[in-house]
Protein backbone atom coordinates (compact mmCIF):
# COMPACT_ATOMS: atom_id res chain seq x y z
CA UNK A 1 0.00 0.00 0.00
CA UNK A 2 1.27 3.63 -1.08
CA UNK A 3 2.68 5.77 2.05
CA UNK A 4 -0.45 8.29 1.37
CA UNK A 5 -3.38 5.50 0.91
CA UNK A 6 -1.59 3.95 4.03
CA UNK A 7 -2.30 7.54 6.04
CA UNK A 8 -5.62 7.53 4.89
CA UNK A 9 -6.58 3.85 6.10
CA UNK A 10 -4.88 4.77 9.12
CA UNK A 11 -6.66 7.76 10.34
CA UNK A 12 -10.13 6.19 8.97
CA UNK A 13 -9.32 2.71 10.98
CA UNK A 14 -8.46 5.01 14.25
CA UNK A 15 -11.98 6.94 13.80
CA UNK A 16 -13.59 3.75 13.98
CA UNK A 17 -13.40 1.67 17.56
CA UNK A 18 -13.17 -2.22 17.66
CA UNK A 19 -12.15 -5.18 15.52
CA UNK A 20 -15.64 -5.60 13.85
CA UNK A 21 -15.43 -2.33 12.69
CA UNK A 22 -11.87 -2.29 11.89
CA UNK A 23 -12.27 -4.67 9.81
CA UNK A 24 -15.44 -3.15 8.22
CA UNK A 25 -13.02 0.02 7.59
CA UNK A 26 -10.92 -1.44 6.35
CA UNK A 27 -13.06 -3.54 4.01
CA UNK A 28 -14.82 -0.58 2.61
CA UNK A 29 -11.61 1.35 1.96
CA UNK A 30 -10.44 -1.55 -0.23
CA UNK A 31 -13.74 -1.25 -2.03
CA UNK A 32 -13.62 2.76 -2.72
CA UNK A 33 -12.94 3.96 -5.97
CA UNK A 34 -8.94 4.24 -6.80
CA UNK A 35 -7.69 7.53 -6.23
CA UNK A 36 -4.36 8.68 -5.53
CA UNK A 37 -1.85 6.52 -6.62
CA UNK A 38 -3.61 4.74 -9.63
CA UNK A 39 -3.97 7.50 -12.16
CA UNK A 40 -1.91 9.96 -13.81
CA UNK A 41 -3.81 12.87 -12.56
CA UNK A 42 -4.12 11.62 -9.00
CA UNK A 43 -0.79 10.20 -8.90
CA UNK A 44 0.77 13.85 -10.62
CA UNK A 45 -1.27 15.64 -7.69
CA UNK A 46 0.37 14.08 -5.04
CA UNK A 47 3.90 15.35 -6.26
CA UNK A 48 2.15 18.86 -6.66
CA UNK A 49 2.24 18.43 -10.52
CA UNK A 50 -0.38 18.35 -13.32
CA UNK A 51 -0.67 15.64 -15.29
CA UNK A 52 -2.53 16.63 -19.08
CA UNK A 53 -3.55 15.88 -22.72
CA UNK A 54 -4.43 17.61 -25.47
CA UNK A 55 -8.18 17.66 -26.38
CA UNK A 56 -10.33 18.12 -29.43
CA UNK A 57 -13.67 18.98 -29.13
CA UNK A 58 -14.63 17.04 -31.96
CA UNK A 59 -13.75 13.87 -29.38
CA UNK A 60 -15.65 14.71 -26.81
CA UNK A 61 -19.00 12.79 -28.10
CA UNK A 62 -16.56 9.39 -28.09
CA UNK A 63 -17.35 7.85 -24.83
CA UNK A 64 -14.05 5.67 -25.10
CA UNK A 65 -12.01 8.69 -25.75
CA UNK A 66 -13.94 10.66 -22.71
CA UNK A 67 -13.34 7.54 -20.11
CA UNK A 68 -9.82 7.72 -20.52
CA UNK A 69 -9.78 11.59 -20.32
CA UNK A 70 -12.11 11.92 -17.36
CA UNK A 71 -10.59 8.78 -15.26
CA UNK A 72 -6.68 9.97 -16.00
CA UNK A 73 -6.04 13.68 -16.34
CA UNK A 74 -6.48 16.89 -14.22
CA UNK A 75 -5.81 19.59 -16.80
CA UNK A 76 -6.33 19.81 -20.43
CA UNK A 77 -4.87 21.59 -23.35
CA UNK A 78 -7.53 22.26 -26.45
CA UNK A 79 -5.25 20.89 -29.54
CA UNK A 80 -6.75 23.44 -32.54
CA UNK A 81 -9.45 25.05 -30.58
CA UNK A 82 -7.92 28.29 -29.45
CA UNK A 83 -5.63 28.69 -32.22
CA UNK A 84 -6.04 31.90 -33.93
CA UNK A 85 -7.82 30.49 -37.10
CA UNK A 86 -10.42 29.20 -35.05
CA UNK A 87 -10.91 31.85 -32.91
CA UNK A 88 -10.91 34.90 -34.87
CA UNK A 89 -11.87 33.21 -38.31
CA UNK A 90 -13.02 36.70 -39.85
CA UNK A 91 -11.24 39.78 -38.28
CA UNK A 92 -12.99 41.05 -35.20
CA UNK A 93 -15.65 38.10 -35.33
CA UNK A 94 -14.80 35.89 -32.49
CA UNK A 95 -15.73 32.16 -32.48
CA UNK A 96 -15.60 30.59 -28.79
CA UNK A 97 -17.69 28.13 -29.25
CA UNK A 98 -15.34 24.78 -29.73
CA UNK A 99 -13.26 25.97 -27.04
CA UNK A 100 -15.55 26.82 -24.39
CA UNK A 101 -16.93 23.63 -24.88
CA UNK A 102 -13.24 22.46 -23.91
CA UNK A 103 -13.20 24.41 -20.88
CA UNK A 104 -16.28 23.51 -20.25
CA UNK A 105 -15.89 20.03 -19.85
CA UNK A 106 -12.54 20.31 -18.30
CA UNK A 107 -13.53 22.40 -15.33
CA UNK A 108 -16.65 21.15 -14.77
CA UNK A 109 -14.79 17.91 -13.92
CA UNK A 110 -12.04 19.89 -11.95
CA UNK A 111 -9.40 19.90 -14.43
CA UNK A 112 -7.39 23.16 -15.11
CA UNK A 113 -6.86 24.56 -18.53
CA UNK A 114 -3.97 25.60 -20.85
CA UNK A 115 -4.46 28.27 -23.23
CA UNK A 116 -2.69 27.31 -26.66
CA UNK A 117 -2.31 29.87 -27.87
CA UNK A 118 -2.49 33.73 -28.92
CA UNK A 119 0.36 34.67 -31.15
CA UNK A 120 2.11 32.48 -33.38
CA UNK A 121 3.47 32.57 -37.43
CA UNK A 122 0.88 28.88 -37.72
CA UNK A 123 -2.44 28.64 -38.08
CA UNK A 124 -3.51 31.87 -39.18
CA UNK A 125 -6.59 32.54 -40.59
CA UNK A 126 -6.67 34.03 -44.45
CA UNK A 127 -7.24 37.75 -43.07
CA UNK A 128 -4.36 37.87 -41.06
CA UNK A 129 -1.92 36.10 -43.31
CA UNK A 130 -1.92 38.41 -46.27
CA UNK A 131 -1.21 41.43 -43.07
CA UNK A 132 1.80 43.27 -42.37
CA UNK A 133 3.35 46.00 -40.49
CA UNK A 134 1.49 48.61 -37.84
CA UNK A 135 -2.15 47.01 -39.00
CA UNK A 136 -0.84 43.24 -38.23
CA UNK A 137 0.50 44.55 -34.95
CA UNK A 138 -2.64 46.07 -34.07
CA UNK A 139 -4.69 43.30 -35.13
CA UNK A 140 -2.70 40.87 -32.94
CA UNK A 141 -2.82 42.46 -30.11
CA UNK A 142 -6.30 42.69 -30.19
CA UNK A 143 -6.44 39.22 -30.68
CA UNK A 144 -4.64 38.56 -27.72
CA UNK A 145 -6.77 41.03 -25.78
CA UNK A 146 -9.79 39.65 -26.90
CA UNK A 147 -8.92 35.85 -26.22
CA UNK A 148 -7.38 36.11 -23.28
CA UNK A 149 -10.51 38.35 -21.68
CA UNK A 150 -12.90 36.09 -23.25
CA UNK A 151 -11.02 32.62 -21.19
CA UNK A 152 -10.04 35.82 -18.18
CA UNK A 153 -10.36 33.28 -14.82
CA UNK A 154 -10.81 30.10 -16.93
CA UNK A 155 -7.51 29.32 -18.45
CA UNK A 156 -4.57 29.11 -15.56
CA UNK A 157 -1.79 29.39 -18.22
CA UNK A 158 -1.11 30.55 -21.49
CA UNK A 159 1.23 29.74 -24.27
CA UNK A 160 1.23 33.67 -25.70
CA UNK A 161 3.69 32.90 -28.19
CA UNK A 162 4.43 30.07 -29.57
CA UNK A 163 7.41 28.96 -32.01
CA UNK A 164 8.91 32.02 -33.12
CA UNK A 165 12.59 30.98 -33.01
CA UNK A 166 14.29 29.02 -36.27
CA UNK A 167 15.68 26.22 -36.46
CA UNK A 168 19.05 25.37 -36.83
CA UNK A 169 22.05 26.32 -35.26
CA UNK A 170 21.73 30.24 -35.43
CA UNK A 171 19.52 30.82 -32.34
CA UNK A 172 17.72 33.82 -34.51
CA UNK A 173 13.66 34.71 -34.47
CA UNK A 174 11.69 32.70 -37.19
CA UNK A 175 11.03 34.87 -40.07
CA UNK A 176 7.58 35.72 -39.77
CA UNK A 177 5.02 38.01 -40.98
CA UNK A 178 4.84 38.72 -37.20
CA UNK A 179 8.46 39.00 -36.83
CA UNK A 180 8.29 41.55 -39.47
CA UNK A 181 6.15 43.86 -37.22
CA UNK A 182 9.26 44.70 -34.66
CA UNK A 183 11.35 42.26 -32.81
CA UNK A 184 9.36 43.61 -29.81
CA UNK A 185 6.16 41.67 -31.08
CA UNK A 186 6.98 38.92 -28.37
CA UNK A 187 6.81 41.28 -25.45
CA UNK A 188 4.35 43.42 -26.82
CA UNK A 189 2.21 40.15 -26.54
CA UNK A 190 2.97 39.39 -23.28
CA UNK A 191 2.18 42.45 -21.85
CA UNK A 192 -1.63 42.76 -23.70
CA UNK A 193 -2.06 39.08 -22.24
CA UNK A 194 -1.24 40.30 -18.87
CA UNK A 195 -2.92 43.36 -18.95
CA UNK A 196 -6.09 41.04 -20.18
CA UNK A 197 -5.89 37.95 -17.75
CA UNK A 198 -3.83 39.14 -15.16
CA UNK A 199 -4.06 35.80 -13.34
CA UNK A 200 -3.15 33.48 -15.97
CA UNK A 201 0.61 32.14 -15.78
CA UNK A 202 2.34 33.31 -19.29
CA UNK A 203 4.48 31.21 -20.85
CA UNK A 204 6.89 30.92 -24.15
CA UNK A 205 6.43 27.78 -26.13
CA UNK A 206 8.61 26.37 -28.36
CA UNK A 207 9.77 22.90 -30.24
CA UNK A 208 13.38 21.70 -30.48
CA UNK A 209 14.26 23.66 -27.50
CA UNK A 210 15.22 20.45 -25.19
CA UNK A 211 18.62 20.17 -25.89
CA UNK A 212 20.43 22.22 -23.66
CA UNK A 213 23.36 22.77 -26.21
CA UNK A 214 21.21 23.68 -29.33
CA UNK A 215 21.26 27.21 -30.43
CA UNK A 216 17.71 27.68 -30.38
CA UNK A 217 17.78 26.18 -26.78
CA UNK A 218 20.11 28.98 -25.38
CA UNK A 219 18.53 31.66 -27.81
CA UNK A 220 15.02 30.67 -25.91
CA UNK A 221 16.94 30.84 -23.07
CA UNK A 222 18.07 34.49 -23.69
CA UNK A 223 15.34 36.07 -24.30
CA UNK A 224 13.49 34.61 -20.84
CA UNK A 225 16.26 35.74 -19.13
CA UNK A 226 16.11 39.67 -20.77
CA UNK A 227 12.03 39.34 -19.85
CA UNK A 228 12.80 38.84 -16.41
CA UNK A 229 15.30 41.22 -15.75
CA UNK A 230 13.40 43.79 -18.01
CA UNK A 231 9.92 42.98 -16.08
CA UNK A 232 8.24 41.81 -19.42
CA UNK A 233 5.96 40.08 -17.85
CA UNK A 234 6.06 36.08 -18.29
CA UNK A 235 5.90 33.49 -15.89
CA UNK A 236 6.40 30.47 -17.74
CA UNK A 237 8.05 28.30 -20.18
CA UNK A 238 6.82 25.32 -22.40
CA UNK A 239 9.06 22.55 -23.95
CA UNK A 240 6.74 20.99 -26.43
CA UNK A 241 8.94 17.89 -26.18
CA UNK A 242 8.25 16.23 -29.56
CA UNK A 243 10.65 12.89 -29.59
CA UNK A 244 11.33 10.81 -32.40
CA UNK A 245 14.27 9.59 -34.04
CA UNK A 246 15.34 13.20 -35.64
CA UNK A 247 15.09 14.74 -32.19
CA UNK A 248 15.74 12.37 -29.82
CA UNK A 249 15.15 13.20 -25.92
CA UNK A 250 18.29 14.56 -24.89
CA UNK A 251 20.61 13.29 -21.94
CA UNK A 252 20.95 16.92 -21.05
CA UNK A 253 17.05 17.24 -20.67
CA UNK A 254 17.24 17.85 -17.01
CA UNK A 255 19.80 20.46 -17.30
CA UNK A 256 17.58 22.76 -19.44
CA UNK A 257 14.06 22.14 -17.18
CA UNK A 258 16.39 23.53 -14.43
CA UNK A 259 18.06 26.19 -16.10
CA UNK A 260 15.04 27.54 -17.23
CA UNK A 261 13.40 26.96 -13.93
CA UNK A 262 16.72 28.95 -12.48
CA UNK A 263 15.39 31.92 -14.58
CA UNK A 264 12.56 32.15 -11.74
CA UNK A 265 9.97 30.81 -14.68
CA UNK A 266 7.73 27.92 -14.31
CA UNK A 267 8.58 25.11 -16.68
CA UNK A 268 5.84 23.06 -18.43
CA UNK A 269 6.21 19.95 -20.67
CA UNK A 270 3.61 20.74 -22.81
CA UNK A 271 3.39 18.50 -25.95
CA UNK A 272 5.00 15.71 -25.07
CA UNK A 273 4.89 12.19 -27.30
CA UNK A 274 7.73 10.36 -28.32
CA UNK A 275 8.02 7.95 -31.12
CA UNK A 276 7.35 4.23 -30.08
CA UNK A 277 6.09 5.05 -26.83
CA UNK A 278 9.04 3.81 -24.87
CA UNK A 279 8.64 3.15 -21.47
CA UNK A 280 12.18 4.13 -20.02
CA UNK A 281 12.28 7.32 -22.31
CA UNK A 282 9.17 8.24 -20.69
CA UNK A 283 9.59 7.28 -17.48
CA UNK A 284 13.32 9.42 -17.77
CA UNK A 285 10.90 12.69 -18.85
CA UNK A 286 8.97 12.28 -15.64
CA UNK A 287 11.61 12.15 -13.44
CA UNK A 288 13.72 14.79 -15.03
CA UNK A 289 10.46 17.01 -14.40
CA UNK A 290 10.12 15.74 -10.81
CA UNK A 291 13.59 16.42 -9.96
CA UNK A 292 13.28 20.04 -10.94
CA UNK A 293 10.84 22.01 -8.49
CA UNK A 294 9.80 24.75 -10.79
CA UNK A 295 8.48 21.89 -13.42
CA UNK A 296 5.09 21.76 -12.44
CA UNK A 297 3.17 19.92 -15.08
CA UNK A 298 2.97 17.45 -17.77
CA UNK A 299 1.07 17.48 -21.39
CA UNK A 300 0.77 14.53 -23.42
CA UNK A 301 0.12 15.61 -27.10
CA UNK A 302 -3.64 13.25 -27.47
CA UNK A 303 -4.81 10.54 -25.22
CA UNK A 304 -4.73 7.49 -27.59
CA UNK A 305 -2.34 6.94 -30.95
CA UNK A 306 -5.21 7.23 -32.82
CA UNK A 307 -5.75 10.56 -31.45
CA UNK A 308 -1.97 11.98 -32.41
CA UNK A 309 -0.77 14.04 -34.79
CA UNK A 310 1.63 11.51 -35.44
CA UNK A 311 -0.73 8.27 -35.38
CA UNK A 312 1.63 6.27 -37.33
CA UNK A 313 4.45 6.59 -34.53
CA UNK A 314 2.23 5.16 -32.01
CA UNK A 315 3.75 7.73 -29.59
CA UNK A 316 1.00 8.22 -26.55
CA UNK A 317 0.37 6.33 -23.36
CA UNK A 318 -2.78 4.12 -24.33
CA UNK A 319 -3.41 2.12 -27.49
CA UNK A 320 -5.85 3.15 -30.35
CA UNK A 321 -8.00 0.90 -28.81
CA UNK A 322 -7.99 2.63 -25.14
CA UNK A 323 -5.40 0.19 -23.41
CA UNK A 324 -2.72 1.25 -21.44
CA UNK A 325 0.49 0.66 -22.83
CA UNK A 326 4.13 -0.09 -20.93
CA UNK A 327 4.89 3.98 -21.54
CA UNK A 328 1.74 4.49 -19.03
CA UNK A 329 2.79 2.35 -16.47
CA UNK A 330 6.40 3.38 -15.94
CA UNK A 331 5.11 6.84 -16.18
CA UNK A 332 2.40 6.47 -13.26
CA UNK A 333 5.25 4.20 -11.75
CA UNK A 334 7.81 7.55 -11.71
CA UNK A 335 4.67 9.61 -10.37
CA UNK A 336 4.53 7.34 -7.63
CA UNK A 337 8.08 6.97 -6.78
CA UNK A 338 8.70 10.52 -6.84
CA UNK A 339 10.16 12.12 -3.92
CA UNK A 340 11.02 15.42 -4.70
CA UNK A 341 8.95 18.51 -3.09
CA UNK A 342 6.16 19.66 -5.00
CA UNK A 343 7.07 23.26 -6.66
CA UNK A 344 5.93 25.72 -4.05
CA UNK A 345 6.60 29.30 -3.87
CA UNK A 346 9.92 29.40 -2.66
CA UNK A 347 9.71 30.54 1.58
CA UNK A 348 11.14 34.13 1.67
CA UNK A 349 14.28 34.09 3.24
CA UNK A 350 14.95 37.40 3.79
CA UNK A 351 14.99 38.24 8.19
CA UNK A 352 12.29 39.82 9.88
CA UNK A 353 10.94 43.46 9.12
CA UNK A 354 13.07 46.15 10.90
CA UNK A 355 12.33 49.98 10.63
CA UNK A 356 13.49 51.76 7.25
CA UNK A 357 17.51 52.96 8.01
CA UNK A 358 17.89 57.02 8.43
CA UNK A 359 19.47 58.87 6.23
CA UNK A 360 20.27 58.64 2.18
CA UNK A 361 20.02 55.03 1.43
CA UNK A 362 16.76 52.81 1.94
CA UNK A 363 13.81 52.51 -0.69
CA UNK A 364 10.45 53.46 -1.20
CA UNK A 365 7.29 51.62 -2.28
CA UNK A 366 4.34 52.92 -4.08
CA UNK A 367 1.66 50.90 -5.63
CA UNK A 368 -0.91 51.29 -8.07
CA UNK A 369 -4.59 49.00 -8.88
CA UNK A 370 -6.64 48.16 -10.95
CA UNK A 371 -9.82 47.25 -9.13
CA UNK A 372 -13.21 45.33 -10.42
CA UNK A 373 -15.81 44.00 -8.53
CA UNK A 374 -14.32 40.87 -6.46
CA UNK A 375 -10.57 41.04 -7.34
CA UNK A 376 -7.68 43.37 -7.94
CA UNK A 377 -4.80 43.75 -9.39
CA UNK A 378 -1.59 45.49 -7.85
CA UNK A 379 1.68 46.54 -8.83
CA UNK A 380 4.49 47.31 -6.58
CA UNK A 381 7.25 49.80 -7.47
CA UNK A 382 10.17 49.62 -5.45
CA UNK A 383 12.25 52.61 -5.17
CA UNK A 384 15.92 52.83 -4.36
CA UNK A 385 17.03 55.99 -2.55
CA UNK A 386 20.30 57.44 -2.90
CA UNK A 387 22.14 54.10 -2.59
CA UNK A 388 22.27 51.19 -4.97
CA UNK A 389 20.08 48.04 -2.94
CA UNK A 390 20.93 44.74 -2.77
CA UNK A 391 17.92 43.07 -1.45
CA UNK A 392 14.75 44.77 -0.53
CA UNK A 393 11.60 43.76 1.29
CA UNK A 394 8.06 45.11 1.10
CA UNK A 395 5.60 45.33 4.05
CA UNK A 396 1.63 45.70 2.79
CA UNK A 397 -1.54 45.15 5.21
CA UNK A 398 -4.55 44.26 3.44
CA UNK A 399 -8.05 44.99 3.83
CA UNK A 400 -10.38 42.59 5.68
CA UNK A 401 -11.59 39.96 3.10
CA UNK A 402 -8.91 40.59 0.97
CA UNK A 403 -6.82 37.48 0.07
CA UNK A 404 -4.15 37.22 -2.19
CA UNK A 405 -4.14 34.44 -4.98
CA UNK A 406 -0.82 34.92 -7.23
CA UNK A 407 1.79 37.07 -7.73
CA UNK A 408 4.84 37.66 -10.11
CA UNK A 409 8.19 38.73 -9.69
CA UNK A 410 8.40 38.43 -6.01
CA UNK A 411 8.51 36.06 -3.17
CA UNK A 412 5.34 36.36 -0.61
CA UNK A 413 4.39 35.78 2.92
CA UNK A 414 1.19 35.66 4.03
CA UNK A 415 -1.53 35.92 1.74
CA UNK A 416 -4.40 38.54 4.40
CA UNK A 417 -4.20 40.69 6.60
CA UNK A 418 -0.28 42.03 6.85
CA UNK A 419 1.56 40.41 3.87
CA UNK A 420 5.81 40.56 3.28
CA UNK A 421 7.20 40.61 0.02
CA UNK A 422 10.75 40.21 -1.13
CA UNK A 423 12.57 40.08 -4.14
CA UNK A 424 13.57 37.04 -6.01
CA UNK A 425 16.82 36.64 -7.87
CA UNK A 426 16.76 38.73 -10.21
CA UNK A 427 15.59 41.66 -9.39
CA UNK A 428 16.74 42.32 -5.63
CA UNK A 429 19.73 44.60 -7.29
CA UNK A 430 18.11 47.99 -7.86
CA UNK A 431 20.73 51.17 -8.92
CA UNK A 432 20.72 53.80 -6.65
CA UNK A 433 17.47 56.16 -8.03
CA UNK A 434 16.24 53.17 -10.33
CA UNK A 435 13.37 51.30 -9.82
CA UNK A 436 12.09 47.52 -9.84
CA UNK A 437 7.98 46.31 -10.43
CA UNK A 438 6.36 43.52 -9.18
CA UNK A 439 2.66 42.47 -9.06
CA UNK A 440 0.20 40.47 -7.13
CA UNK A 441 -3.38 39.84 -7.80
CA UNK A 442 -6.22 39.43 -5.01
CA UNK A 443 -9.39 38.93 -4.38
CA UNK A 444 -11.53 41.57 -2.50
CA UNK A 445 -10.99 45.26 -2.37
CA UNK A 446 -7.84 46.94 -1.85
CA UNK A 447 -8.86 50.24 0.40
CA UNK A 448 -6.16 51.77 1.94
CA UNK A 449 -3.17 49.69 0.77
CA UNK A 450 0.31 51.35 1.80
CA UNK A 451 3.35 49.27 1.10
CA UNK A 452 6.87 50.41 3.20
CA UNK A 453 10.10 48.97 1.96
CA UNK A 454 13.11 48.12 3.53
CA UNK A 455 16.14 46.82 2.48
CA UNK A 456 18.23 43.59 2.64
O1 LIG B 1 -10.67 20.23 -39.19
C1 LIG B 1 -10.19 20.05 -40.52
C2 LIG B 1 -11.08 19.15 -41.32
O2 LIG B 1 -12.35 19.76 -41.44
C3 LIG B 1 -10.45 18.89 -42.67
O3 LIG B 1 -11.23 17.98 -43.36
C4 LIG B 1 -9.06 18.36 -42.53
C5 LIG B 1 -8.37 18.19 -43.87
O4 LIG B 1 -6.98 18.20 -43.75
O5 LIG B 1 -8.29 19.27 -41.78
C6 LIG B 1 -8.80 19.46 -40.48
O6 LIG B 1 -7.96 20.37 -39.78
C7 LIG B 1 -6.72 19.87 -39.38
C8 LIG B 1 -6.61 20.06 -37.88
O7 LIG B 1 -5.32 19.66 -37.43
C9 LIG B 1 -7.65 19.28 -37.09
O8 LIG B 1 -7.44 17.91 -37.26
C10 LIG B 1 -5.63 20.63 -40.08
O9 LIG B 1 -5.65 20.32 -41.47
C11 LIG B 1 -4.30 20.26 -39.50
O10 LIG B 1 -3.30 21.11 -40.08
C12 LIG B 1 -4.31 20.43 -38.03
O11 LIG B 1 -3.08 20.00 -37.52
C13 LIG B 1 -2.76 20.47 -36.25
C14 LIG B 1 -1.41 21.14 -36.29
O12 LIG B 1 -1.05 21.55 -35.01
C15 LIG B 1 -1.48 22.36 -37.21
O13 LIG B 1 -0.30 23.11 -37.10
C16 LIG B 1 -2.69 19.27 -35.30
O14 LIG B 1 -3.99 18.73 -35.14
C17 LIG B 1 -2.14 19.71 -33.97
O15 LIG B 1 -1.87 18.57 -33.18
C18 LIG B 1 -0.85 20.46 -34.16
O16 LIG B 1 -0.41 20.92 -32.91
C19 LIG B 1 0.85 21.57 -32.91
C20 LIG B 1 0.84 22.56 -31.79
O17 LIG B 1 -0.24 23.44 -31.93
C21 LIG B 1 2.14 23.34 -31.73
N1 LIG B 1 3.27 22.46 -31.68
C22 LIG B 1 3.32 21.45 -32.69
C23 LIG B 1 2.03 20.63 -32.69
C24 LIG B 1 2.13 19.51 -33.68
O18 LIG B 1 2.19 20.01 -34.98
Same mark, same amino acid.
Given at each position: ???????????????????????????????????????????? &????????????????????????????????????????? &??????????????????? /?????????????????????????????????????? /??????????????????????????????????????????????????????????????????????? /???????????????? +???????????????????????????????????????????????????????????????? +???????????????????????????????????????? *?????????????????????????????????????????????????????????????????????????????????????? +?????????????????????? *???????????????
Amino acid at each position: MRRAQWKAASRAAIALTGVGALAAGMAMLLAAPAAAGTTLGASA &AEQGRYFGAAVAANKLSDSAYTTILNREFNSVTPENEMKID &ATEPQQGQFSFGAADQIVN /HARSRGMSVRGHTLAWHSQQPGWMQNMSGTALRQAMLN /HVTQVATHFRGQVVAWDVVNEAFADGGTGARRDSNLQRTGNDWIEAAFRAARAADPGAKLCYNDYNTDDWT /HAKTQAVYTMVRDFKQ +RGVPIDCVGLQSHFNSGSPYPSNYRTTLSSFAALGVDVQITELDIEGASAATYRSVVQDCLAVA +RCNGITVWGIRDSDSWRASQTPLLFTSGGAKKPAYDAVLA *ALNNGSTPPPTTPPPTTPPPTTPPPGPGGCTATVSVNQWTGGFVATVRVTAGSSALNGWSVTITLPTGATVTNAWNVNRSGDTGTT +RWTNVAYNGGVGAGQSTEFGFQ *ANGTSTGLNPTCTTG
